[in-house]
């Protein structure tokens, strides 16, 4: 079965700085992986997601992720936080059935 | 983009009666819906799979008498949770998987508050 860690249940930044999640996966087979963020109360959004094409991936929002076989991770990363990036991420899987095995999730906040 | 609505976006009941939920893909028909549970400070946790036209398949551990899923139609599911409790107070949140899509598209979420 295929599974998603994500290291750090929080994390925070000041604004302008450098945000990096952290996300390791376990799987059998090339993995489709996802980004999403939730704000409080919403649902969630896509940011990106690899597909097993380019291993850098560009999302939404300033938001990009590299695919690393050799590491087994998909860290999200964007180079200047800004203060509406304050939310809930997970990074995400596909498992058989098109079913998405989720992280813990990382709550990111950012300081004035 | 592929766009899933979910009616009410809150509900609160009194414990011991039935509240349904609503999915709905509004611009693509979703052949797997998915529905997803959420507890305060928690990801998501998958309740069921629901094709449309079949049963839907629960995980381990999701009672199937007390939450009801209906997956009528390729642009509706429903989920019926029957005698509520408040325990059964969370985020209900569905998604839609298309035929053409790798991707899940989510709704907003149902808040969910058994009083």
């Known amino acids: 079965a295929q599974s998603v860690t994500q290291l750090g249940s929080h994390v925070s930044v000041s604004e302008g700085a450098l945000v990096l999640l952290r996300c390791n996966y376990s799987?059998?087979?090339?993995?489709?992986l996802f980004w999403y963020v939730q704000y409080p109360n919403q649902g969630l959004q896509l940011l990106l997601k690899y597909t097993s094409a380019a291993t850098l991936v560009k999302g939404i929002n300033g938001f990009e992720a590299e695919f690393k076989k050799s590491e087994t991770s998909f860290h999200l990363t964007k180079p200047s936080a800004h203060m509406s990036d304050a939310a809930e991420y997970f990074c995400?899987?596909?498992?058989?059935?098109?079913?998405?095995?989720f992280g813990q999730g990382t709550e990111l906040s950012v300081k004035p | 983009g592929a766009v899933v609505s979910q009616h009410p976006s809150w509900v609160i009941c009194k414990s011991g009666t039935s509240v349904k939920i609503e999915c709905r893909s509004l611009d693509f028909q979703a052949t797997t819906m998915f529905w997803y549970r959420q507890f305060p400070k928690q990801s998501l946790m998958l309740m069921a799979t629901?094709?449309?036209?079949?049963?839907?398949?629960?995980e381990q551990g999701v009672e199937k008498d007390k939450f009801l899923i209906n997956h009528a139609s390729l642009t509706l599911s429903t989920l019926t949770v029957t005698s509520a409790h408040p325990e059964d107070s969370s985020f209900y949140i569905c998604s839609g998987l298309g035929r053409s899509y790798n991707e899940q598209f989510f709704g907003p979420g149902t808040r969910l508050t058994v009083l």
């Open positions: 995400a899987v596909i498992d058989q059935g098109g079913k998405l095995i």
């Open positions: 799987s059998s087979v090339p993995p489709y």
């Open positions: 629901s094709n449309e036209g079949s049963k839907a398949t629960y």
